[in-house]
């Protein structure tokens, strides 16, 4: 199908990007500025900012409890942002959604970004909050059973790396990886992947821009031949928690996300990939309000259900 008509009438009233270098503090200000008023975002039954105390220093969180029950399972969430974009203000509407919709308690995580960051700073925060939440999963009311990392864009690529990361260390306790369009492969030759060239250009993010957009990540140290840094380039997929893999038919990032769910099947892990037609890249944080995709968060929570 074509791109999503309230999609397209979104992107052709964009303003052409300002000439130069990306300015992180710019953009960053701007993305702030369109974050709603607390009390227009949606409810639940508490929002707690919180310090994480781990072993990689104190990270922010925000913990999103969906009930009143005394436990839930919990599902820690990676905003993405390119490694230098987005916040915690920013995906707030991200997390609430997945915490109401799937009735987990959603743990989103402040972590360092580059360029001020160098790699692997914002990965080592993701992966300590993780290993923290079960550390003290009495105190944040655990079940002690589904316990999730999901992430967006680069946050998928950040929950990706976890995931793999917890295999290698024998820590066990991660049940499902859930990545919305993640960005897997940060080698962004065109001729990698058919969607690279496919959906080059007028669906938002395009693939010109995907060198200058991750170059402060890139900059500061990730290469992209790393398994942590492009989850793709990982040889052995086997033992790796089942995974949920959405993207989108118009991204350029589409083809290498896909692929990645190829793999893991082969290699013994269940996954299920699952493309929305008519979207690009960023629709769970700019288009899940359209009824096409509002049913992603509901494909989230019967993903978690499957065991």
């Known amino acids: 199908m074509p791109l999503h008509p309230e999609i397209a009438k979104v992107l052709a009233g964009l303003p052409a990007p300002p000439p130069g270098p990306l300015e992180p503090a710019a953009m960053r200000a701007a993305e ?126 950040f929950a990706a790396a976890v995931a793999a990361r917890a295999h290698d260390d024998g820590f066990d306790r991660i049940t499902h990886q859930i990545l919305y369009y993640p960005s897997l492969d940060l080698d962004f030759d065109e001729d990698r992947y058919p969607s690279l060239r496919e959906n080059a250009v007028g669906y ?51 083809d290498e996300g896909e692929l990645y769910g190829r793999r893991l099947r082969e290699a013994g892990v269940r996954a299920t990939v699952s493309r929305y037609s008519g979207a690009g890249h960023g629709f769970v944080q700019h288009f899940s309000w359209l009824p096409a995709y509002q049913r992603v968060y509901a494909e989230t929570r019967e993903f978690l259900g499957r065991s």
Not at 212 to 221: D, T
Not at 233 to 251: H, Q, S
């Open 204 to 254: 938002g993010l395009e693939t010109a821009g995907l060198r200058p957009f991750n170059s402060f990540y890139l900059n500061s140290g990730a290469d992209p031949g790393d398994p942590l840094v492009s989850p793709i380039k990982r040889t052995d997929l086997t033992g790796l928690p089942p995974a949920l893999i959405v993207t989108a038919e118009y991204d350029p990032l589409r």
């Open 32 to 157: 702030e500025a369109d974050v709603p008023p607390a009390e227009e975002r949606l409810p639940l039954h508490t929002v707690e900012d919180l310090t994480a105390d781990t072993d990689a220093g104190d990270v922010p969180v925000r913990v999103y409890t969906p009930t009143d029950a005394e436990q839930h399972g919990l599902l820690v969430y990676f905003h993405g942002g390119a490694f230098f974009l987005g916040s915690l203000e920013t995906h707030d509407h991200i997390a609430r959604a997945l915490a109401k919709e799937t009735g987990l308690k959603v743990v989103s995580v402040g972590y360092r970004r580059a360029p001020e960051a160098a790699y692997p700073a914002g990965l080592d925060d993701c992966y300590a909050v993780t290993r923290w939440v079960a550390g003290h999963g009495e105190k944040l009311g655990w079940d002690g059973a589904t316990l999730a990392v999901a992430g967006d864009s680069s946050g998928g690529t």
